[in-house]
């Protein structure tokens, strides 16, 4: 039977502000409210919070929310509470009157929201708690850390099962982590093994733009994209702790706010950090990729990989925290020879069981296939993740598609020279010899006593690097950890080897970073970007004033559907996405204010003008008017402009008599010609 969702779609308009759900929501918050349990897996940033947020307020009693991060629940309770929502908390990082008002809420019933950490289930007196302040629902963040399999796994997480069965309430399980082991994992342990309604959301990120480049001068490449996205909220991922402090310097040496994270930090430090970035619009961490899990900011322009992450999940889920307002965003990931050896090393040194090993080196190929893609790469991620889509017209590939050719004679050539020596060298010998140089290493060797020595003369240097980089990104050969990368070949190349395969290869993948995309997508309008860089400084005297995070008082969504549609009265401020009753009264003045240029007698003709360069104009030319409305010595008969004919100058600004006469007509242009030219000549 079809439900009633009117009630869910007035909280979602009155409470979050916004208009609709996202694709997925709606069917989650009518099972989650209806009590069935549930398990969602959502991309990052796709909304989960929502889903447990708005049925915890059309269900009766508290709704208990478990997530493994401090930081993001803090956030989310400061969100509900902005909203108006009765939220509160139960962490260690709570004050004494923190805790007290939680415990006030609870024994008065008016708290909605209960977020936990999961290690106050292991305290005795907490399942007893809980056990008598009703409650009614259990929400639990970022399911896959009860999977002991994965890299987040929290033992605590282990106890939610338990909890469930003394509360004896339906359970709503959230992940972005979408392979089957996981889910089957979660399913077991927090559902006792019965299979909840499943909902599983598409994994496109659209607004997300993708690129990859292979290393060529990498820290010159972040550099430079950083500097052509100076003053946006951006992560740069790093290999390695050492990288991310050097590599944090040199974007403060170009003048960006930046600074680096990483593991081995103080936990003071570090939150010290994330607090930075949460509050502080524009600033770049330079991380590894122990920066994350917390990291619930959701207007983080672009995120670039300095290095190869280690796994095409891993990959998904790095550059999924950009954007996540969905606004426009985009990424880069650097990707070289040293990359593929390190991250193949790593998996073969490690201690996992063989088949996990094995696994492990499928994500990394499938990383690899997308880096190394002659076709549009969303596509082929989706393809990953089993979605089928067209090209998306929003990655590196589909903006200009990479001149390709047939490179099965280059990888037969290569492949012949590393069978030759015994498969005991690493790329730049076997180039030696494919290219004829006659090195000390090739004659010591006599390898240019062989047959393949000197059969690649037709290509460059560069290019052979590439042949050999891309061969790897095919897995067509691996670097041998226990021969120091020496080059290896698989399986996969025999077929081209024998010629019963042809391979493609990208020629011109080393284009220099300069060369693409210069210049970020601009967030609006060259017309409208004055206006919302002044609604971005009022968001971020309000967030100051408030000491919360920016993207609390309105995401930069809002902010641009402001920009845009320039809202004159506060009934059509309520009308924006993101603009609730709540914050609608809190903040809907004085955004308002700032679109309309504070006056509220303003003329409607002036108001369409306010937030652009022809608002201030349009009020110079009035005063300008104003004192020759009787002529310039006081006597004539009166004589004005009509406010349109003021907006037309203003926007026209021409630059002659002529220009003016053809808006004004000759009587005003004779009366008031002079000044005005002076006038739009001093706004240059
Ligand atoms: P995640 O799935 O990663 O937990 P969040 O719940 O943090 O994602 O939501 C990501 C962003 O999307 C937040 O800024 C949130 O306010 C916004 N959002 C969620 N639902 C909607 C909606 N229906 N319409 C517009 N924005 C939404
Ligand atoms: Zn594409």
Known sequence: MPRDTSGAEALLRDVFGFDAFRPGQGEIVEAVTEGRNVLAIMPTGGGKSLCFQLPALMRGGVTVVISPLIALMRDQVRGLREAGVAAGALTSGNTEEETDAVWDGLR????????????????????????????GLIAVDEAHCVSQWGHDFRPDYLRIGEL??????????????????????????????QTPQTFLRGFDRPNIHLAFQPKDGPRKQILSFAAARKGQSGIVYCGTRAKTETLAQALRAEGHAACHYHGGMEAGDRRHVEERFATEDGLIVVATVAFGMGVDKPDIRWVAHADLPKSIEAYYQEIGRAGRDGAPAETLT???????????????????????????????????????????RRQQLLRYFDEDAGPCGNCDLCDRPPEVFDGTEAVRKALSAALRTDQSFGAGHLIDILMGNATDKVTARRHNQLPTFGVGRDLSKGQWQAVFRQMMGHDLMRPDAERHGALVMTEAARPIL????????????VVRAETRRPAVKAMVSDE????LSALKAKRRALAEAARVPAYVIFPDRTLIEMAETRPATLDDMARIN?????????????????????????????RKL???????????????????????????????????????????????????????????????????????????
């Open 164 to 193: 469930r069965r003394t509360l004896d309430v339906p359970l709503a399980a959230f992940t972005a982590t979408a392979d089957a082991e996981t889910q089957d994992e979660i399913v077991t342990r927090l559902f006792d093994g």
């Open 108 to 135: 008065d019933g008016t708290l909605k929201l209960l977020y936990l950490a999961p290690e106050r289930l292991a305290a005795t007196g907490t399942q007893r708690m809980l056990a008598q302040a009703g409650i």
């Open 334 to 376: 650097l990707y070289g020879p040293d990359d593929i050896r390190l991250r193949r090393a790593q998996i073969d040194e490690g201690l996992a069981p063989p088949e996990r090993r094995a696994a492990d080196h499928g994500r990394l190929n499938a990383l690899l296939g997308l880096a190394e893609a002659l076709g549009c």
């Open 498 to 509: 024998r010629g019963e395969e042809s391979i493609q290869l990208r020629r011109d993948a």
């Open 610 to 684: 306010a937030g652009r360069e022809a608002g201030p104009l349009y009020d110079a030319l009035m005063q300008a008017q104003a004192a020759l409305m009787r002529g310039a010595d006081g006597t004539e008969k009166p004589l004005s402009c009509s406010a349109s004919q003021l907006a037309k100058v203003a926007q026209v600004r021409p630059d002659c008599a002529d220009g003016l006469e053809r808006i004004l007509g000759d009587k005003r242009t004779e009366r008031f010609g002079l000044a005005f030219l002076d006038v739009l000549a001093e706004a240059g």
């Open 578 to 606: 993101g603009v609730g009753a709540k914050k609608l009264e809190r903040y809907g003045a004085e955004f308002l204010s700032v679109i309309t240029g504070a006056a509220e007698d303003m003329h409607p003709t002036r």
């Open 528 to 531: 409208d970007a004055p206006l």
